[in-house]
């Protein structure tokens, strides 16, 4: 394993359904010269059928699916890549799992009124997420992050806003962890 200059990062973009992970993760990665992964690519046939179908995933269901993107986050660390993942990680429990590969890993939690996200998630099209009930299940599962293990953006901004400031809060957290 090789060890991280300490001048790329690994982040995790997360939150419920609808927040932005993709949009932010996408313009991030570019800002930071970095890589995406949109960590919805890597979910089970069963699981994307599943939530297709309305209904919420369980812990069992999303622990494979944790697991490669731990391993994903570990390759970025041993490849000393600065990679961005967009993956709700939406209980503690999560990521902790996800920081199996890199424990380092730092994350931008995108959060938002339960309006703001029904909103975008009702302008969707071509998304397995679908129905009103499965934002609930994700907003009654959420663990919110606090700061001391997450960057919080608040989601009722500009995409350049909500990037700009998930900047400024990852270089904030990395020079208070490095003094």
């Not at 300490?6 to 949009?23: A, E, H, L, N, P």
């Not at 069963?46 to 986050?73: C, F, I, N, Y």
């Not at 995108?110 to 975008?120: M, Y």
């Not at 997420?129 to 989601?155: H, N, R």
Request: hydrophobic content about 40%; charged content about 30%; glycine content about 10%.
């Amino acid at each position: 394993m090789q060890e991280s200059t300490g001048k790329t990062q690994r982040i995790i973009v997360m939150g419920v359904s609808g927040c932005g992970k993709t949009s932010v993760g996408e313009r991030l990665a570019a800002v930071l010269n970095g890589r995406f992964i949109d960590g919805d690519d890597y979910h089970s046939a069963a699981s994307v059928a599943k939530m297709a179908q309305g209904e919420p995933l369980d812990d069992d269901d999303r622990a494979g699916w944790l697991s490669r993107l731990a391993d994903l986050v570990g390759e970025g660390r041993d490849n000393d890549e600065t990679l961005v993942i967009g993956c709700s990680a939406l209980k503690r429990e999560y990521r902790d799992r996800l920081r199996r590969g890199d424990a380092a890993l730092n994350f931008v939690h995108l959060a938002g009124t339960r309006d703001v996200l029904l909103q975008r998630l009702l302008a969707r099209r071509d998304h397995f997420f679908k129905g009103e009930a499965m934002l609930d299940s994700q907003l009654a599962t959420l663990e919110a992050p606090g700061a001391d293990e997450a960057v919080t953006v608040d989601i009722d901004a500009t995409l350049d806003e909500v990037v700009a400031l998930s900047v400024q809060g990852l270089a904030r957290g990395n020079a208070e962890r490095a003094s």
